[in-house]
């Protein structure tokens, strides 16, 4: 036995702690992700779809009107102007990706689709979930 001798400081970092955190977060972003990826209306079933393109602008098309993600409903003019303008700014294609309710009037997305025509869009897709999917 030794009884006049000191303990040393350890410096050491404990990395359990941050571990632990860092696996609560995986498991919290792993939950939530497919909840924000989830479209805002009711999509029409589809037996055969494709996969859109990552970049597409997302239109949403309910009974109030067109929007572009969250944002508030817009006219037909105003939309088409903001897609006329992404076009001119953009150096590759754009691709224009429609999410209309399964309830909403056919005349609003053939108008959605006409101002996409009209800003010289080439791609439209319209967005269906597979038949049997749950959602």
Do not use: W
Not at 52 to 77: F, H, Q, W
Not at 87 to 92: A, G, N, P, W
Not at 103 to 114: E, N, S, T, W
Not at 121 to 131: H, K, M, N, Q, S
């Amino acid at each position: 036995m030794q009884l006049g001798r000191r303990r040393s400081v350890v410096a050491d970092i404990n990395v359990t702690p941050m571990a632990d955190i860092m696996i609560v977060l995986l498991i919290i972003f792993m939950v939530t992700v497919p909840i924000l990826n989830t479209p805002p209306v009711t999509l029409p079933d589809a037996r055969h779809g494709r996969d859109s393109a990552e970049n597409a602008i997302t239109l949403v098309v309910t009974a109030a009107g067109a929007r572009i993600g969250k944002d508030e409903p817009m006219d037909l003019d105003r939309l088409r102007m903001y897609l006329a303008a992404r076009v001119e700014l953009s150096r590759d294609p754009v691709t224009v990706l429609i999410q209309a309710d399964r309830d909403a009037d056919y005349a609003q997305v053939a108008g959605v689709m006409q101002a996409c025509r009209a800003a010289r869009i080439e791609e439209i897709g319209l967005a269906t979930r597979p038949v049997g999917e749950a959602q």
